[in-house]
């Protein structure tokens, strides 16, 4: 399925109002995504003044987040949609919320990258471990707005399935950091700041597969929440 899906109503003013709307999601999306690109070189380079520019801009975040909601709960009040609209609006609402609470994590590791550049000693370490996670959680989230954008389930199955990969680095980069607060207690501090980073890298993944099933919803009106990945992609191919 892809955006032709969007204006074959009667009133042209409403297939505007829809197409206006995902637009905005989309762009929404852009400034996360932007977000997310300066909070891990923040913390990867030491740079406190680009962490102190991805925490000013979560505010930018919230602010569309209040005006996209409005937006939303405007359509649903004035054209009472039904089937596909509907569920095409109810996917874009909580899609908005992901978005917005993504942002939240990136200011997370912006203000990590902070504390970590007070810390003594800190050797502005390149953290590759770091950078191929962040990678992977930002592709992620850019193939699942690009499906979004697109309306097509055809990559929803290889995204979600990457989780798998994120959760792997996860517990690699965790033992890690493990390993070097026993080795030397003066690490803890920073292996802290690390540990919160990973975190909220590996929830930014959690978000970009709940995206993908809320478009699955949207397509097919199927709730695959709390699903096994078998069960999404049985789902997206009709099984």
């Not at 959760?167 to 207690?185: C, F, G, H, K, V």
Request: a negative charge; glycine letters at 4%.
């Amino acid at each position: 399925m892809n955006n032709t899906s969007i204006g074959h109503h009667i009133s042209e003013q409403f297939n505007k109002e829809l197409e206006d709307m995902r637009n905005h999601v989309l762009t929404m999306g852009g400034l996360v995504e932007e977000q997310i690109e300066n909070a891990i070189k923040a913390f990867a380079t030491a740079d406190v003044e680009l962490a102190e520019q991805v925490i000013k801009q979560d505010n930018q975040i919230d602010a569309l987040e209040i005006a996209l909601d409005r937006e939303c709960m405007e359509i649903l009040a004035l054209r009472q949609p039904t089937a596909f609209d509907l569920r095409l609006l109810i996917t874009m609402f909580k899609t908005i919320n992901e978005l917005e609470r993504v942002g939240d994590l990136a200011e997370v590791i912006a203000k990590m990258a902070i504390v970590t550049s007070e810390v003594e000693g800190h050797p502005h370490a390149p953290y590759y471990e770091i950078q191929h996670m962040a990678d992977l959680i930002k592709g992620m989230l850019h193939d699942a707005l690009d499906s979004f954008a697109r309306m097509s389930l055809d990559e929803v199955p290889a995204i979600t399935a990457r989780d798998e990969l994120v959760d792997r680095e996860y517990a690699s980069i965790i033992r890690q950091q493990i390993t070097y607060m026993m080795e030397d207690a003066r690490n803890i501090k920073r292996t802290l700041n690390v540990l919160w980073t990973v975190r909220s890298l590996e929830r930014i993944g959690d978000h970009a597969c709940n995206i993908c099933e809320h478009l699955v919803y949207m397509i097919k009106g199927e709730d695959v929440r709390h699903t096994s990945h078998e069960e999404l992609e049985k789902k997206v191919k009709g099984e």
